[in-house]
């Protein structure tokens, strides 16, 4: 991208003939103008004649797009059809924002001197329908010779691999150019941008009485989606009793990206990917960047009275690899690729269910932009709204469906079916042999003064040789929830990626008015046979010097991270080692808290302190350098974050362990993976390290029906 005083914001608008280039260059502009001054191009203008699309390319970046990107006005001339050669000198210039729409508009020598590029796709036999509906008699004798043209250009110059919007024609809920406009907002677009207000969004809230079931919920509502999250306070039964603060299990969150308004994000090779019904918007640059232009608008409104801390917004998993874009690891991972190879997968709900356990309430809740939006309809009867409901059709349609469904799962209390397939056979990564190694090569850089605890981790494998149908999937998420309650448990889905877990361990919290919370966990034992043998076991936990130390050394690491962005003095440490008690563990907890400064970025907090310090040692930077040559592979979503991003400015994220990772192969089977690890320091006895692992694996291999393998 090129600035330069007075110099206009220039946007291709490219394509194939007939793709509808010219009407959405002109709506654009139609819906700039009362913000901006705006003059639009049409490359047709400089073709000079039937065989001249490469000339004509050369012509309009040469005479219109070079000067203009420079700040001064262009002055060409147009081509004479009749009488084949170029006539008339015309000027365009003195606009805020100059639209280029024609085929060949963002070609590659092009594109360096422009802000943005859109792309738009349509089938041909739309395409040459609607060409010549409109230029008929004159285009039809010379359509296959200009469509060769076409498409010899377009094999050696792949604009829309690199286009910054992708358009797909088609039927949409809202006029095409309104997602465009708003994919080119989302886009880092020099200043002052398109001039566009933010959209005035607001969320309403429908609240019912119940307790339904919420696997058949989920089931019912999203368990359809490709695209779903359900944040699970499975252990909401049971809060408080083990030691965990009841206040991590009142709430249970279930949406998907689906409804007008609903989109997903895909971040990978430090681009994001964003992708709102036929538009896709790809936006440079690191991740936490993207999300701080997505989450730093003012908060939207909420209805008085609704409780929980998400009102919408985004939702998902950030991978262990964003590491890389935080500055703790300058060395790329291996393996490049689409879905494999994510950082961070997020859904932007924009309609959601929250269960409120504590109260016994169902909250239904519906995100109203009203630049978009259909006029409302009727209340739906029998509920009890709280403020204005108004949504479009769609958004009726999926109220009345939500509100079905928590009936029928209020009366559903089976807890779900078992999943139907084999238990799978699963094996260690690396064998007891390389990691009892791995621990002492841990212990040696401690030693040399290079770290003072390394949280090594490794992974359990195991390969189905089909496809799990999501039913399935989501049957055997019921059976983990189930044999192991947590505050933090989690089912995500996307795009052939799932995430089942039972995370018992937040890692930040940001409430709407900017307190931070992180709670790292260090320390873990098993739970006993009885009730003698688990009480010891407990103390023991609590009397280790050796966990107390780990948990200490993490608290330091976590406060130092919090205390990037907080007012000074504010940081402090109100629970430290405490025994939480699990279904299957016991858990060394403690609690930081920090009030954000005034003005801080809420996802810089997030960056500061991401990944969390109990997934990677202290200090954290070279201790990650440590674990990147200790390693056998990436660890993908595994020691990342999961949870949510709300509108309202809060934020509720936890560590992604105890978590089973299913992938769909393109071979047609289903690759599964559990990453564990434990802390090691120089006082550590490899043999324990090595037992810690398998005991923090049998949670989740026991709700499969695997077995622990000996390694």
């Given amino acids: 991208m090129t600035s330069a005083a007075a110099r206009p914001l220039l946007i291709a608008v490219d394509g194939f003939s007939g793709a509808g280039k010219t009407s959405l260059a002109l709506e654009l502009a139609a819906a700039l103008r009362p913000h901006r001054s705006v003059a639009v191009f049409h490359l047709e203008d400089v073709y000079p004649g039937w065989d001249g699309l490469q000339e004509g390319m050369d012509y ?144 309403s809230v429908q609240t019912v009485a119940g307790t339904p079931d919420p696997q058949a919920l989920f089931s019912a509502l999203f368990g359809g989606s490709a695209s779903a999250v359900w944040l699970d306070s499975s252990d909401a039964g049971s809060a408080g009793a083990g030691g965990s603060p009841p206040e991590r299990s009142r709430f249970s969150i279930m949406a998907d990206d689906g409804g007008p308004l609903g989109r997903n994000a895909l971040h990978a090779s430090g681009n994001t990917r964003v992708t709102w019904g036929p538009v896709q918007a790809t936006i440079p640059g690191p991740f936490f960047r993207w999300l701080d232009s997505e989450w730093s608008m003012p908060p939207v409104p909420v209805p008085a009275g609704y409780p929980c801390p ?68 009727a209340p739906v009867p029998g509920t009890r709204p709280a403020g204005n409901p108004g949504a479009g059709t769609a958004d009726a349609r999926w109220l009345e469906q939500a509100l079905h469904a928590v009936g029928a799962a209020a009366r559903d209390q089976s807890g779900g079916q078992a999943p139907r397939w084999p ?92 307190a931070v919370r992180a709670e790292p966990i260090k320390g873990t034992r098993p739970r006993g046979a009885g009730p003698a043998e688990d009480a010891a076991l407990r103390k023991d936990l609590l009397e280790s010097a050796k966990d107390r130390a780990e948990n200490i050394m993490i608290v330091d690491l976590m406060r130092n991270d919090l205390s990037r962005l907080a007012v000074p003095g504010t940081v402090t440490v109100p629970r430290l080692c405490v025994v939480e008690s699990y279904a299957t563990v016991h858990q060394l907890v403690s609690t930081i808290d920090a ?31 440590i674990l990147e040559d200790l390693e056998a592979a990436p660890r993908g979503f595994y020691s990342g974050a999961l ?25 047609g089977g289903t690759s599964l993976s559990l990453g564990v690890g434990g802390a090691v320091t120089s006082g550590s006895d490899p043999e324990a390290e090595w037992e810690e692992v398998r005991t923090k694996s049998r949670g989740v291999l026991g709700a499969l029906g695997s077995e622990v393998p000996a390694g």
């Fill in 60 to 203: 309009y970046r040469r005479e219109v797009l070079v000067p203009l990107a420079s700040g001064q006005p262009a002055r060409w001339q147009a081509w004479d059809w009749t009488a084949g050669q170029y006539g008339r000198r015309q000027e365009t210039g003195h606009a805020d924002i100059v639209i280029f729409e024609g085929v060949g508009a963002g070609h590659r020598a092009a594109r360096s001197l422009l802000d943005a590029v859109v792309w738009v796709e349509a089938p041909e036999a739309l395409r040459k329908e609607r060409a010549l509906a409109r230029d008929g008699e004159t285009y039809a004798p010379h359509w296959d010779r200009w469509a060769a043209q076409e498409a010899a250009w377009a094999a050696a110059d792949r604009v829309p691999g690199e286009a910054d919007v992708l358009l797909t024609s088609g039927a949409a809920a809202f006029p095409l150019h309104r997602y465009v406009l708003r994919a080119l907002q989302s886009l880092p677009l020099p200043a002052p941008g398109l001039g566009l207000p933010r959209p005035a969004l607001r969320v």
């Fill in 310 to 377: 998400f009102a919408l917004g985004w939702a998902g998993a950030l991978g262990y690899g964003l590491k890389r874009e935080t500055g703790a690891a300058p060395r790329p991972e291996p393996g490049a690729g689409p879905l494999p190879a994510a950082d961070a997968a997020l859904i932007f709900a924009a309609r959601a269910v929250v269960l409120d356990h504590a109260l016994g309430q169902v909250h239904l809740l519906l995100l109203h932009d009203p630049d978009l939006e259909e006029p409302a309809p």
């Fill in 423 to 514: 238990a799978p056979a699963f094996a260690f990564r690396d064998s007891r042999a390389e990691y009892l190694a791995k621990v002492r090569l841990a212990q040696a850089q401690i030693r040399e003064g290079n770290s003072y605890e390394i949280c090594l981790t490794t992974a359990l494998e195991a390969r189905l040789p089909d496809a799990v149908a999501p039913q399935d999937v989501l049957a055997l998420y019921g059976t983990l929830r189930r044999r192991s309650p947590a505050p933090f448990a989690s089912f995500f889905q996307m795009d052939g990626l799932a995430l089942l877990g039972t995370s018992p361990e937040r890692f930040l919290r940001i409430t709407a008015d900017g």
């Fill in 595 to 625: 009030q954000l400064a005034p003005g801080a970025s809420r996802a810089e907090a997030v960056a500061a302190a991401f990944p969390a310090g109990s997934m990677t040692g202290a200090p954290k930077v070279s201790t990650m350098a």
């Fill in 643 to 667: 949870g949510y991003f709300s509108l309202t400015g809060a934020a509720d994220l936890s560590v992604v362990i105890r978590t089973l990772v299913m992938r769909a192969e393109e071979d």
